[in-house]
């Protein structure tokens, strides 16, 4: 599978649910292909914005779509990777707020 393969399946699947693909594809289409890196790498799709643990037990609130995903777009438009965004992010020209990670301290491998 490729990131373009990933991008058509993850469409079909997320949109109904609210969640878009970020427009800026210069963006979306690297961070896709670094989650079928950690794919291939951890066996999951880890959170390419976030340093994976590399054990799924420990990652799993970073499987994206992370945990933090929905409270992230509801409050700021967009995930922490800004991967997954509203329809209204896209839609707006404005300038973007930069969402703060919600990820436990304890849960982050410093």
């Known amino acids: 599978m490729d990131a373009k393969q990933l991008y058509e399946m993850l469409k079909k699947v997320q949109e109904p649910k609210g969640y878009y693909f970020n427009k800026d594809m210069e963006m979306t289409m690297p961070l896709l292909e670094s989650l079928l890196i950690n794919k291939e790498r951890l066996g999951y799709m ?19 779509p992370c945990t933090y995903r929905e409270d992230d777009v509801k409050e700021y438009g967009a ?31 410093f």
Do not use: M, T
């Open 79 to 109: 995930c922490y990777c800004a991967l997954y965004v509203s329809k209204e992010y896209n839609e707006d020209s404005g300038e973007k707020e930069v969402v703060p990670e919600r990820r436990p301290p304890e849960n982050i491998l």
């Open 46 to 64: 880890a959170c390419p914005c976030r340093l994976a643990n590399g054990e799924y037990e420990a990652d799993k609130d970073i499987v994206c």
